[in-house]
């Protein structure tokens, strides 16, 4: 069976890439224009802008919702004075003004079969706990779904350490395995050209300024400071960041020369992108959405492991049906 699937935040499509061959998307949304870009020039739709403001009820049908939301802090402001008043408050009042409401809301009203959520891993300390606590209880308790949530790293696929929580809902009381990640993944110079532009090599003042970045936080005992990785290893995570001076994955060139940072279509590679994959913007904004991106591969697996458990209650309902069909003509 094939799924039609709506793609919220969607930045440049990682999550997307993952599931296109599961079925078809009918319905993206992403506000940052240069993301808008890249996506068009990689899907052929140009994804709605502001997910606030499109109607819930004029979403497309769909059988799995994709969302890789922005973490925020829910306001308690508007509970207590519910409280007073002896109403019970609900999503509505506890998410409002978050864009996870705006998940909420398409779930309610779509009641799609199951949906997959990723976020930074501090999602689930963040607020001292509070902001995952009131997720969970809204896809749980106020939605009807069955939920599972996993840290994933994904470096036993790409070659970084990129750490994130998955959220995979069901509809239905269906069991769920999250896939099993390999301990060791490609290294680091799997994914390196051969030869590279000058323009992508350190200066020497920036590369003097890092330096003593780094000496001087040492001293104090942080390790903040670049990361030049082994090649034969894994990198940090490629964060959205990357854009301002690369600092934190830097690529040796041997002694005689400054270090270098990573080429845009590098980076595309340390998440997992294909080859085809368009990268149609400048240097810096390409950084910066494969810095906010996902590790497709991750999200394959992930997909894969959603689909065989709603094939699998699908058997299951089909030889219940037979099983019934079969005791009313007997």
């Known amino acids: 069976m094939l799924y039609r699937f709506i793609d919220l935040f969607a930045g440049i499509g990682g999550i997307r890439l993952a599931f296109e061959e599961y079925g078809e998307c009918v ?16 899907f052929g739709e140009k994804p709605i802008g502001d997910i606030r403001q499109v109607n819930e ?19 308690i402001a508007g509970v207590s004075k519910k409280n007073s008043l002896g109403r019970k408050h609900g ?29 930074v891993k501090n999602l689930k300390s963040h607020d001292k706990g509070n902001t995952f606590k009131v997720i969970k209880k809204v896809l749980e308790e106020e939605l009807g779904y069955t939920v599972y949530d996993q840290v994933i790293n994904a470096k036993g696929l790409v070659p970084q350490s990129r750490e994130r929580i998955y959220i995979v809902g069901f509809k239905k009381p269906i069991q769920f395995e999250f896939p099993e990640i390999p301990k060791e993944g490609p290294p680091l110079i799997s994914i390196l050209d051969d030869e590279v532009d000058e323009q992508f090599t350190l ?8 330096q003593g970045y780094k000496e001087k936080h040492s001293k104090k005992g942080n390790g903040f400071g670049f990361g030049l990785p082994d090649l034969n290893s894994y990198s940090r995570t490629l964060s959205a960041r990357y854009y301002k001076d690369g600092s934190e994955i830097l690529i040796s060139q041997g002694e005689e020369k400054n270090p270098r940072r990573l080429t845009p279509r590098e980076c595309a590679r340390l998440q997992g992108f294909p080859e085809t994959f368009k990268i149609v913007v400048s240097r810096t904004a390409a950084w910066k959405q494969f810095g906010n ?8 697996l992930i997909a894969e492991k959603m689909v065989q458990a709603l094939e699998r209650d699908k058997t299951i309902e089909d030889i219940a049906e037979e099983g019934r069909l079969e005791y009313v003509t007997k």
């Open 27 to 42: 319905f993206s949304c992403e506000w940052d224009m240069k993301a808008q870009e890249t996506y068009e020039a990689n």
């Open 293 to 300: 991106s996902v590790a497709v591969p991750v999200v394959r």
């Open 91 to 119: 999503f509505l009042d506890e998410t409002q003004g978050t864009l996870f409401f705006d998940i909420a809301r398409i779930i309610k009203e779509k009641q799609p079969q199951a949906f997959l959520l990723e976020n």
């Open 203 to 210: 200066s020497d003042k920036l590369w003097d300024y890092l």
């Open 57 to 75: 009820k004029e979403i497309p049908d769909h059988e799995i919702l994709l969302a890789g939301f922005p973490c925020q802090p829910f306001s």
